[in-house]
T-cell receptor, first 113, second 118 residues
Framework: DSGVTQTPKHLITATGQRVTLRCSPR?????VYWYQQSLDQGLQFLIQ???????AKGNILERFSAQQFPDLHSELNLSSLELGDSALYFC????????????FGPGTRLLVL | AQTVTQSQPEMSVQEAETVTLSCTYD???????LFWYKQPPSRQMILVIR??????QNATENRFSVNFQKAAKSFSLKISDSQLGDAAMYFC???????????????FGTGTRLQVTL
């Protein structure tokens, strides 16, 4: 158990819908990272938050957004969902922004029908 | 941009034997970190081992060790005394040592699926 929690574990929804994925980092970690794992794109970095502020943005679609709250949990919002958004979404956390290892949560498996 | 290449989509090893998974990477940086993550059928991403580029000594964690060749930009994972529980997808990952932009992100290879047979 990495100490990173993600809910829900599974999500099934329809095209055009909006969903919210939630992540709680390890105790004491200030950085949260979101990654997407899909069959065609592999594991890709989406976005990073550090202590409530957006720190870095990767290959995140405009339909997707994220935030980190004062209690340091983070939410990834996916809207206008398409079939191609079906993937495993991971959250990872680390204490800061440099040099530390990122520890991953169990992931949320999203299926868009 | 940094790239990570895992050229072996699948590998197989017999229980108790040793197997080596290959990884090469491309970077112009001198300060970086390399990782191996394991993804079993549960899909959880589990850290196996970490290597700092500035350290010449190869990292070791119990039955897992790496062969880090900085000049060749090679980072292979050796699993000794393989066990059934080692069966998983293994991902090599790169992280910059910089603290700017998207440097904190992990860049992953495409993975190697390891089968362990009796």
């Amino acid at each position: 158990d990495s100490g990173v929690t993600q809910t829900p574990k599974h999500l099934i929804t329809a095209t055009g819908q909006r969903v919210t994925l939630r992540c709680s980092p390890r105790s004491g970690d200030l950085s949260v990272y979101w990654y997407q794992q899909s069959l065609d794109q592999g594991l890709q970095f989406l976005i990073q938050y550090y202590n409530g502020e957006e720190r870095a943005k990767g290959n995140i679609l405009e339909r997707f957004s994220a935030q980190q709250f004062p209690d340091l949990h983070s939410e990834l919002n996916l809207s206008s969902l398409e079939l191609g958004d079906s993937a495993l979404y991971f959250c990872a956390s680390s204490p800061g922004t440099t040099r530390e290892t990122q520890y991953f949560g169990p992931g949320t498996r999203l299926l868009v029908l | 941009a940094q790239t990570v290449t895992q050229s072996q989509p699948e590998m197989s090893v017999q229980e108790a034997e040793t197997v080596t998974l290959s990884c090469t990477y491309d970077t112009s940086e001198s300060d970086y970190y390399l990782f191996w993550y394991k993804q079993p059928p549960s899909r959880q991403m589990i850290l196996v081992i970490r290597q700092e580029a500035y350290k010449q000594q190869n990292a070791t964690e119990n039955r897992f060790s790496v062969n880090f060749q900085k000049a060749a930009k090679s980072f292979s994972l050796k699993i000794s005394d393989s066990q059934l529980g080692d069966a998983a997808m293994y991902f090599c990952a790169y992280r910059s040592g910089s603290n700017t932009g998207t440097a904190s992100k992990l860049t992953f290879g495409t993975g190697t699926r390891l089968q362990v047979t009796l």
